[in-house]
């Protein structure tokens, strides 16, 4: 500004009060070392702490003191402003960066919430008369005396080397030992009442297809047989084809050894010509439909090894034999075809 014309202050209504100074020769002649100076107008006191002046030579200029004025003599290039158009924000800053979402926003203030929470249940409620159990530095272990214990080098084993303590004597095992036992007859026990519920109410003497039906409740050589035959192997299991009691298990004329047993309701079911050694009851033994009461023998009259069964009931104050085949068909019991 040393070569340029200094000019007053613009007012509002874009006139000037033009107070020109021209260079003098001496000011021309003056090194370029040494910066020359101009003095400004003095401004008000009004208009230098902002509050405006309407007196001295800047009257009606209200021009903030933070603003620097160009000279008159700068040009400025201001584009026209289109018709309509919104007056542009001078004291807006821009960024490189877009301002984030208030979904962004939202987010991160929640996950600040979240960290504050998780901070505060680990290191405690963050409350000046409250420590953190994590500050908290740990509390000195107390001596190993005080808890009774000595240092392995200090032990001592007559039977074992320094330091090596001996091992505890062998627990008593008699007491599990007996609760074993007690559970393994409670279990078989168990098996045992499974099984008779398990069982049918009504049961054939000889399972299918162990035996052959050699003869049946009819007449025969000349007199009566009141029983069918089931001819099968020596040995073959007997079964109790109903539950009740046994009346009489032992030697019987004719049927060598017989086993009888009385049902609930009065009915006597036999079985005949077995061994001695094939009668696995006795008297007064209590039996389930389905239990192995013998084993199939050929004693009496007989002409090899089966079974003869009977079936009795009570009548007129005496037991009447009946067709056991019948019984047993009504009963839901299979028989073999008549063979012979």
Do not use: C
């Not at 240092?151 to 303590?165: L, Q, W």
């Not at 099984?195 to 054939?204: E, F, G, H, N």
């Not at 036999?270 to 050694?277: I, T, V």
């Amino acid at each position: 500004m040393n070569n340029l014309a200094t000019r007053s202050l613009l007012d509002r209504d874009g006139t000037a009060a033009r107070q020109d100074h021209t260079p003098s020769p001496s000011d021309l002649s003056t090194s370029t070392d040494t910066p020359s100076t101009r003095d400004f107008p003095q401004l008000s006191k009004n208009l230098r702490i902002g509050l405006g002046s309407t007196a001295g030579p800047l009257g009606n200029d209200n021009v903030s003191t933070t603003e620097i004025l160009l000279p008159r003599e700068t040009a400025v290039d201001v584009a026209p402003r289109p018709a309509g158009a919104p007056a542009p924000e001078r004291n807006k800053p821009k960024h490189r960066l877009a301002a984030p979402s208030s979904a962004l926003r939202a987010r991160t203030a929640l996950f600040a919430i979240a960290a504050g929470a998780t901070a505060i249940a680990v290191t405690g409620s963050g409350s000046s008369d409250q420590a953190s159990p994590i500050a908290e530095a740990p509390a000195d272990p107390a001596p190993a005396d005080a808890l009774g214990i000595a240092n392995a080098s200090n032990v001592t084993n007559d039977d074992g080397p320094v330091g090596v303590v001996a091992a505890s004597a062998e627990s008593d095992m008699n007491t599990y030992k007996t609760q074993l036992k007690q559970g393994a007859a409670l279990a078989k026990a168990q098996a045992a009442a499974i099984a008779a519920k398990q069982k049918p109410l009504i049961s054939s003497p000889l399972p299918l297809g162990s035996y052959q039906l050699t003869s049946a409740f009819a007449p025969r050589w000349g007199s009566f047989h009141g029983g069918i035959d089931m001819a099968a192997p020596l040995g073959t299991p007997i079964h109790a084809a109903t539950d009740g009691v046994v009346v009489d298990a032992g030697p019987a004329s004719g049927y060598g050894n017989w086993i009888q047993i009385k049902a609930a309701d009065g009915t006597i079911t036999m079985y005949g010509h077995m061994a001695s050694s094939g009668v696995l009851v006795h008297k007064g033994q209590t039996v389930t439909a389905g239990d192995t009461i013998g084993m199939v023998g050929s004693e009496g009259f007989s002409t090899g090894p089966h079974l003869h069964f009977e079936r009795w009931i009570p009548k007129g104050g005496s037991m009447v034999k009946v067709d056991p085949a019948v019984w047993l068909a009504k009963m839901g019991i299979r028989l073999s075809a008549l063979t012979g």
